[in-house]
């Protein structure tokens, strides 16, 4: 993922209200499944232009965001004094540069897609969680390949939500749940997306 696929977009990616009501959605999915509170580090992970973390910020004390694209993390810089809570940015890939130090949660919003090895993705998630912390981790159903119309490095199109939950098991996380968190609207079709939730013991 070395290459910014989203230096295109970054400047219009808010102006999809589409977009922005998917990660609202989102926003409110995980709300409902994971406790937060002030005392808790988050980090979130694929955090673009920070849709999703501006919506959890307020009920947390910290958040690191990471993500790959510079012109994303840009965006997320110049909104960083409107963030309810302290923000760490980061621009590195997780696989490839890990983080030494754990959170209490990980959220992340429709990226897991962007990334093609989600078995070891979701093991350094259970890694980087202090004991009883949580993923809420957000991304599409199994869909046709028409979601995406551009090229922004997908490595899935979608994920069956069966297959996933047990790729959280054997990551090692309990308490895993897949719920529904929104319905993305676009002039071809629907696009449901899901909510993956689980603990580290």
């Given at each position: 993922m070395s290459h910014d696929f989203f230096a295109q977009k970054a400047a219009s990616y808010e102006q999809n209200p589409q977009r922005v009501d998917n990660v609202v959605a989102i926003g409110n999915a995980i709300k409902a499944q994971v406790l937060l509170n002030r005392d808790m580090q988050l980090l979130d992970f694929g955090s673009g232009t920070g849709l999703l973390l501006q919506q959890i910020a307020p009920l947390v004390g910290k958040i690191t965001a990471i993500d790959v694209?510079?012109?994303?993390?840009?965006?997320?810089?110049?909104?960083?004094?409107?963030?309810?809570?302290?923000?760490?940015?980061?621009?590195?890939?997780?696989?490839?540069?890990?983080?030494?130090?754990?959170?209490?949660?990980?959220?992340?919003?429709?990226?897991?897609?962007?990334i093609a090895d989600i078995p070891a993705l979701l093991r350094e998630f259970h890694r980087l969680l202090k004991p009883g912390g949580f993923i809420a981790l957000a991304d599409l159903d199994l869909e046709d390949g028409s979601f995406h119309t551009e090229d922004t490095g997908v490595f899935h199109c979608g994920f069956d939500r069966t297959d996933i939950a047990a790729q959280a098991l054997a990551a090692g996380f309990t308490d895993v749940q897949v719920v529904d968190a929104s319905v993305v609207q676009k002039p071809h079709g629907q696009y449901p997306v899901f909510l993956l939730s689980g603990r580290r013991s």
């Open positions: 694209s510079p012109s994303m993390n840009a965006q997320l810089r110049a909104k960083a004094p409107d963030i309810a809570c302290e923000l760490e940015v980061l621009e590195q890939d997780l696989l490839q540069t890990p983080i030494n130090r754990q959170f209490d949660g990980i959220i992340s919003s429709m990226t897991l897609h962007h």
